[in-house]
């Protein structure tokens, strides 16, 4: 699982916006996506949450660019990858 709530693995996020925020969690998300890919993972969940759907987006564009095929979660909080 690839958690991207942003206090999971930010300490401060007090002073930043959302736009800060957004970058954080699409960085480690591509990092963790690119470590998934190296050890031959076959799938694996991208928690983003269900709030506004901005990073929901945002991670379904970078799923798209790396061409790996993806499903939304019946909540639709989190994301199932299939590699």
Request: glycine share 6%; with cysteine; charged share 30%.
């Amino acid at each position: 699982k690839i958690d991207l709530h942003v206090e999971r693995f930010q300490d401060k996020k007090d002073n930043l916006d959302n736009f800060q925020i957004l970058q954080i969690q699409m960085n480690y998300c591509k990092k963790e996506l690119d470590i998934a890919i190296k050890r031959h993972k076959i799938s694996f969940e991208i928690i983003h949450g269900i709030g506004e759907g901005v990073l929901k987006a945002e991670v379904h564009k970078l799923l798209d660019l790396y061409n790996i095929t993806f499903f939304e979660s019946n909540n639709g909080g989190s994301t199932k990858a299939i590699l």
